[in-house]
């Protein structure tokens, strides 16, 4: 009987639940993993692998995780599974991964890059363009807008890589749709590209309500105040007249450089 995973933690990214399992914790079958960035991160990653049938229990991201853990996976190693349920991120977002290149043969500007400075999301689709499939793919436009917002950078294709490594030159635009005439990745959502990118930069320009993850904290502030000895006054009155604020407090604003 299959033991389904158990997330460490699970968080909320534009409404999408991600369940964070990270290999770099979870490794008892002592799989080879990618090791920590060191450049920069340019931006994001996206691919298709095929819609599994899983059992009413659990989800395919699930299951493509566990498939990971148990040295099932090759040598594929991604940030994320995202299916119509939600995601499941398998490694931190400061480490590399392993998913740009193709027949395991790695070059200085093509896979290695593309291992190095993107994160990679697998969305998990089979092409039929039912409910399943728009709602993974929805998923992972969201987690990409999620990305995006934090690191900036660009949305990329696993064909780019490809094209980079076969000497390829054009925009980041260019490549992502041009054909590489084997690997065709993302195979479901790179035909339509231009409404794929359209959809992640609409999500990046609306704020959908986050609920809270269990280390956030939220500060309600009542007033602002140039003036200490106001705010004291304010902070006095918030806590004492009526109860109406008891847990009131006065936190100094410090400029971050
Ligand atoms: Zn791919």
Known sequence: M??????????????????????????????????????D????????????????QTTPAEQYTRATVNGNMNTVRVH??????GAWQNLPLD????HAGQSGSADKNGSQAGNAQTISIECIMNGSGDEKDRKARDNAARIAAY?????????YTH??????RNGKKGTVDELNKLNDGYKNC??????KWDDFKALVHSYRKQAVAEPADDDEMYYLQIGAFRDRKKAEAALKTAQTEKRAYPEAFLKKFTKET
């Open 80 to 85: 994320f599974y995202v299916d119509d349920v």
């Open 41 to 56: 991160c340019i931006g994001v990653t996206i691919h298709n692998t095929g819609r599994i049938v899983t059992s009413a």
């Open 159 to 164: 064909n780019y890589w490809c094209n980079v």
């Open 147 to 155: 990305l995006l917002e934090i690191y900036g950078g660009e949305l």
């Open 2 to 39: 299959a033991v389904y995973l158990a997330p460490d933690k699970k968080k909320t990214w534009k409404g999408v639940t991600v369940n964070e399992y990270f290999l770099t914790v979870h490794n008892p079958n002592k799989i080879s993993l990618p090791a920590k960035r060191s450049g």
């Open 95 to 98: 480490w590399q991964s392993w």
């Open 186 to 191: 993302p195979i479901y959502i790179r035909p």
